[in-house]
Each structure stands twice: as C-alpha cells, then as structure tokens.
C-alpha cells in the first residue's frame, strides 16, 4: 500500500514538472508581446517593434511597468529578428537562454525527458521526431540567405538537388529511403545536395516556387527546374543528367578526332579525351565536363565501338581500364595522361586543374589576361608573364612555334607564357611597344608584371625584334634568370588597357541565345512548373489577346453593320424613320481630321449635289446667315462644329438668307407643330430675322432637324422643336421682347448652344420634321 502511494507520489512530482516546464516554455511568448503573427515577415515584425518601443519606451511613457515592458519587447523583437534565433524558438521553443550548450545536446536532453514519460513516437511507428527523421538532411539544410550568397553561383559550377520538405508530412517519409540513397550516389560524383524545411524556412520555399511538400528541384545555372517523376532511383539519375547542356561532350571516333583536336587554335583551350568501355558517357565525366567547360573541350571515344581501333592504337590505349588525355598546341602527343580503373572526382579535379591553359596560350580577354598574369601579392608570389606579341597568318607561324617549343622547355611555376594579336588587340600592343618602328611587321617579347588589378604594370621588351632563333631563346632565358635575383630588370611602368572580349558572340547571337532560353523558361513555366506563380503572366497574356481580338472583332461587326445599312436608294422605305443608317455617323470617329473646318455657300449649282443627291446616311449641316453677320458667325459655326469634323458623313454649309429667303419660309412651314398653313406673305415678310438658325438637312430621307439661335434672358435655344416658334412676329416683338442689335458679340451669342445641339444630332433624339420634297433654290 505505502509502494503504491509512493508510486502515485512520484507520478504527481513528475506531472508537476512537466507542468512547470511547459508553463515556463510558454510565459515568454515574442510573438504575442509584439503582437504579430508566426508568419508575419520580418518588415512587419520590425515595424510592430518601432510602434511599440516608441509607445513604451521609460523616457516617455510615466507607467510604472514601462521598463519592463520595454525590456520584454526588446528581447522579444531580439529573437524574431534573427532567423535562427526564431527558428530555434518555433521548433523547440527556445527564447535564448541555452545558447552556451550545443544545440544537438538541447534536443537530446528534451527527447530523453520525453522518453521517461514513454512519449517517443515509435511506439506509436509514427516517426515525425524531428531530430531522428532529419538527421541525415541535416547538414544540408539550407537557409535564404546561404542559398542567394552561396548556392546560386556556385551552380554556374555544378547541378544542385534540392528536397523541400516539412513536419507532419506523410509522402516525405515515404521517399526518404530513396533520398538517401540517391544523395549518397551523386554527392560522390559532384552533385551539390539541398534541403529546406518549408515550416521553417518559408521565404526560401516561397521564392523556389515550392508550395507543397515533399518537392524535388533541380538547379543548375541559376536556374530552377522542378522534378515531376516518379522518386525512384533511377529518375532521379535522368533528372540530373537532364539538367546538364547536351553539347558537353563531343563522340570521338578515328574520323573527327584530329578535327576535334585541332580545334585548340580555334577554341583557345586544351582538349581532353576519355578513354573507356562504357557506351554511355558516365556521370562523372559530363559533370566534370560542365565544371571545367570555360577552360577545356571535352571529347569521348568508345573503345568498344568499330571505328576507334585506330585511335586506340595510335594513343597506346589499354581498353580494359578508363584513361583520360589532355593534348595543347600538340595534337600528334597528349600533354598529360592518367589511368585509373575508377576514376574518381578528387582524381580528376586534380589532373585538370593543373592542366587548364595551353603553354602560351591567347589573351582573348580580361578575364583570362588576369588568371593567367594575377597581381603581384607578396616577393614570395611573383608571378611574371612572358608575352609575345605577334600578327596572324603563315609570315608569323615559325615564329609563335618557337616561342610554345621556349615555353614547353621552360615552364616554371613562377613564369606563364602567352600572346596576342596585334591587330586584334591594338590598345594593348600600342601601350607596350609605343609604335616603334622596329617592331612594324614584327613580333616582339615582353615580360610584364601586373602590380594592381586597375591594369598598372612593369616590364621590359627584349631589345631586338623575335625570330625564334637560338640567340632569342638565350637572350630570353638570360632575361628571367636576372629576375630571379633582380627584380628590378623590370623598368618601364605603363597602364595597360582592357582586353577586347575576342570569343564573345555578336550582338544578334546574344539576343537570339537570350530569346531562345526566355522561350524555353516560359514553355517549362507553363507545362511544368506551379500555375501559382503563372498566374500573373497568364493574366496578362489573355488579356492581351482578349483586347486585340475583342477589337478586331468588333471592328469587324461595325463595317459589315455599315455596309447592311448603306443598301440601294431604290430599296429602302421612306416611312421607317428609326433606321440605322440616320445616325451611323454618330458610331465613327469624331476626332478632327484638319485644321480648320470646310463650309461651303449653299447655291443653286451645288443645291443638287449638296443635298438632293446626299448620299445615304450623310447630313448637310447649313447655317443661315446675311451679309452684315456673315463673318461673325461663320466665326462662332466653326468654333461649335469643329469638334464634329472628324466625322465623314457630315458636310457644313452655309445659306444666304438675302439670296434664298423663300426657299428658307417654306422648309420652316414645315417645323410647325400643326399641319402645314398656306404660304402667305404679311407686311411683317421681310423683317423676320432668321440669322443664327441651323438646320440639318438630310437629303436622302427628306427630313431636317432645326436649331434655333439663342435668345439673351433664355437658358437657351430650342434643340428642334417650334413650341416658342412664331413665324408671324417680327424682330423685336419675339418672346421675352429681346432686341437684335448689329452688334457682333450678341450675334455670336445666337450660336452659343450649337455644340450641345449638334450631340443630340448624333444621338439621334432631335425632333424631325419631314417634307414632301426638296424644293427649288433660285
């Protein structure tokens, strides 16, 4: 009994500390001091720590608490702010205090206070421990910052495969064994490996396009592809190899190897040839050739294939064991060979490294002048460049071949051989030689020092002309001897220019090299990659396409409406009044066509033209004037209508009121609300003032729609109906018994509502007033 109440003792103790733990894991909490959330980024953590240490801070707030709270924000914006400080503290939920013991040892001493409660997951066989699942990935993991500053340049060297995975996932426990296996493979061979946990490296995730787990990428170039197979062995092979450029390596055979070999003169680098039985190039060979492919060519016999028996012979080849040849300016006998029955990567790394330049290689560019020639360091690294500078062609042939034969039988560590074009590279010639006379049509030898990388240098030029003969090579050998002990032989100093880039493709090569890698990222975006991230663009594309077709479209309708509304003159109905072709003006473009507005006087020889012929759905704006307001509101007509020029249907015109008042008092009976009255004159005939008035005529559909001119007390003139119209009143006596002065300003005053009217003309909403026929104008 007392047993089993010392048990239960122990039982409480232990709950109470476990309690107690948990408590006191969870009283500091950052992320509800500063009041964002576990997701919030690191902007808006920053800017809820300024709002609130501005709000706390002792100095100006009075609070009793304040210094505390203030410490605790701080502390708290401490841990969020550090990306592995808050990483530690989401997952284990550490605020700091432990920093001084080593982190495995935290997790170790946590798993093992779980395991005396008999909490490990493996009793349930559910392994989502975090520290047991990851501790074979955990010396890949990568964070955001490592994988911009390290990862992305260093895969212009070589492919990475990297694994985004996350806690409580059940497929990434699935592939797991597969991962491991293939990360053991190709790590050997060369292959970088990555690991980001989304949970806690979400920026990360984010910007690799990873938004599900488990997700597999490759990244080569700087460039990211994602994996979509089936993770086995085997695809995951054929997913790196993918991601390396098919023109790596070059099939040799007893045909195209002197081509091949003879291309160094060309290339301006070593050419390297693999010996071995396999029919497939191996892995390691294609990453090897991807490493090294700004320095070497790479070529690949198949010593098993008919057709390399010659090869073989003549390069002594053993084809039961993988041999590896580099050949330089040479091409008759390798310049180094290794031989090994496994060819591994350190191997390999070693042999070529050691092998990257020809013997005197061509200064092509900057970037090759300064690893060929570094800058001066230490007395301890010297490192002189002997340079011959040469012109192209046969005449210079012997010459450059005894300067390789001088550089094969003096190579030093301290001493690298090399030469340039004359004409290729003129800046840097010129600054060396000074135009001398006695080295026009000649080669010349310069040993040169580089002191700084802003291209200061000293050297010395041989005094005479090079011609490769025994005198030069002693002359020569006597130069660099002197400078083991006197380094002072070097006596001019100059600044050298940059070189020209010589094996950089033209301008037109760059641009269609960049479109056909822009066409090919979209192709992959669009049918491998996550439609996420294509949303934007594809948004954009469709919208695009449904605006220009929309128009097209569009256009297209309107020109057939326009020629379904345009039919014969002896087809159509002169009853229907709400045709389309009255206002199929009103759908064109308005915008003025010229400068200036094109009225026309209305006359007996352009009557018929003008109006009577109009043809379908065109108008014939006229505007009444007489002699004495001619000019004023012609002025104030082209001011209104201006705006309405752009449209081709309607014409402007004029009509003297002095020459043609009777034609005008008969299309005005018409404008009657009432039926037509008999045409009579009154003692009033000849006083009526018309000046101002507007019509619009349409002279196929015999109809016009009238403006009358604006009076001074009114808001404004009738837009087409006669309500106030009273023919029989003279000047003077019209309603509001507003006088007509001469004066010019009140004359253009009459117009001042024309544009308005001249709108409900195109909108169609006028009133019209329809006549039997056009009469004559006399």
Not at 239 to 255: A, C, H, M, Q, R
Not at 524 to 536: A, G, L, T, Y
Request: aromatic share 12%.
């Amino acid at each position: 009994m007392e047993l089993k109440k010392l048990s239960i003792s122990l039982v409480v103790v232990l709950v109470l500390v476990l309690v107690l733990q948990i408590l006191s894991a969870v009283d500091f909490d950052p992320y509800r001091i500063l009041g964002v959330s576990r997701t919030s980024s690191q902007a808006d953590i920053k800017k809820a720590y300024k709002k609130l240490a501005r709000e706390w801070h002792p100095d100006k707030n009075k609070d009793p608490g304040a210094e505390d709270k203030f410490i605790q924000i701080s502390k708290a914006y401490e841990i969020l702010s550090n990306e592995e400080k808050r990483s530690n503290f989401d997952r284990y939920g550490d605020v700091g205090e432990n920093q001084g013991y080593p982190q495995q040892q935290q997790h170790r001493q946590f798993h093992h206070f779980h395991e005396s409660f008999y909490f490990d997951e493996s009793f349930f066989h559910f392994p989502f421990n975090s520290e047991r699942r990851d501790s074979f990935d955990e010396k890949y993991l990568l964070h955001f910052s490592h994988y911009v500053n390290e990862i992305v340049p260093d895969s212009f060297k070589k492919p990475y495969l990297i694994k985004i995975t996350s806690d409580w996932c059940f497929s990434c426990i699935h592939i797991e064994p597969v991962w491991k296996e293939v990360v053991q493979e190709l790590e050997v061979l060369g292959v970088g490996i990555g690991v980001v946990h989304a949970g806690y490296e979400r920026r990360l995730a984010h910007h690799l396009g990873a938004h599900s787990t488990p997700s597999i990428l490759g990244l080569i170039n700087g460039k990211i592809s994602f994996f979509h197979n089936a993770v086995i062995r085997e695809n995951l092979r054929q997913f790196v190899e993918s991601l390396l450029p098919g023109n790596l390596i070059e099939k040799i055979t007893d045909k195209s190897y002197v081509q091949f070999l003879s291309n160094w003169k060309k290339e301006n680098k070593p050419h390297v040839l693999l010996f071995d039985h396999m029919p497939v190039v191996p892995l390691l060979y294609k990453l090897t050739a991807f490493a090294y492919r700004d320095y070497l060519s790479f070529g690949y016999v198949y010593v098993g294939l008919r057709g390399t028996e010659e090869l073989s012979r003549q390069y002594n080849i053993n084809v039961y064991t993988p041999t590896m040849m580099i050949f330089k300016e040479h091409i008759d006998k390798p310049a180094d060979v290794i031989q090994a029955r496994e060819m591994k990567k350190q191997l390999i790394d070693d042999f070529l490294s050691q092998n990257k330049f020809l013997l005197a290689a061509r200064l092509t560019s900057q970037k090759l002048f300064r690893e060929l020639c570094p800058v001066k360091k230490s007395h301890r690294q010297r490192k002189y460049c002997v340079v011959l500078l040469t012109g192209e062609g046969d005449k210079f042939a012997k010459t450059y071949e005894a300067f390789v034969a001088f550089a094969l039988a003096n190579t030093k560590d301290t001493v690298r051989f090399v030469h340039i074009y004359n004409d290729r590279q003129r800046d840097f010639a010129h600054a060396l030689l000074m135009d001398d006379e006695k080295y026009w049509g000649k080669s010349a030898v310069a040993i040169l020092e580089r002191r700084n990388n802003v291209g200061r240098v000293v050297y010395k030029i041989l005094e005479d002309a090079w011609e490769g003969s025994e005198e030069d090579n002693f002359i020569l050998l006597d130069r660099l001897a002197q400078l083991r002990t006197d380094p002072g032989l070097l006596s001019s100093d100059t600044v050298l220019p940059d070189l020209n880039d010589e094996l950089a493709p033209v301008f037109f090569l760059r641009w269609l090299y960049s479109a056909i890698e822009y066409v090919s990222d979209c192709w992959d975006s669009v049918f491998h990659n996550n439609w996420r991230e294509m949303m934007p663009l594809l948004s954009l594309i469709f919208s695009a396409l449904f605006i220009l077709f929309g128009t097209v479209i569009v256009q297209a309708f309107s020109d057939s409406s326009d020629e379904r509304d345009s039919p014969l003159p002896q087809k159509e109905d002169p009853s229907e009044k709400n045709e389309k072709n009255d206002t199929t003006f009103s759908k064109e473009n308005r915008i003025p066509k010229k400068g200036f507005v094109e009225v026309t006087e209305l006359t007996d020889v352009t009557y018929t033209s003008n109006l009577v012929r109009l043809r379908p759905g065109h108008m014939n704006v006229v505007l009444i004037l007489s002699n004495p307001t001619k000019t004023s509101l012609l002025q104030k007509f082209a001011l209104e209508v201006y705006t309405f020029t752009g449209s081709s249907c309607l014409h402007f015109s004029f009509l003297s009121l002095d020459k043609h008042r009777e034609w005008l008092e008969y299309l005005l009976e018409f404008a009657q609300d009432a039926a037509p009255i008999p045409y009579q004159y009154d003692k009033h005939f000849l006083e009526r003032d018309y000046t101002g008035y507007v019509l619009a005529l349409n002279g196929h559909k015999k109809y016009f729609c009238l403006f009358k001119p604006h009076r001074s007390g009114d808001e404004g003139g009738t837009m087409g109906s006669s309500e106030d119209y009273d023919p029989l009143l003279p000047t003077g006596e019209a309603r509001g018994k507003s006088s007509c002065s001469p004066g010019s300003k009140q004359i253009r005053n009459k117009l001042s509502k024309l544009s308005l009217w001249m709108e409900r003309l195109l909108e169609g909403s006028l009133q019209r007033f329809y006549i039997p026929s056009w009469p004559a104008l006399d």
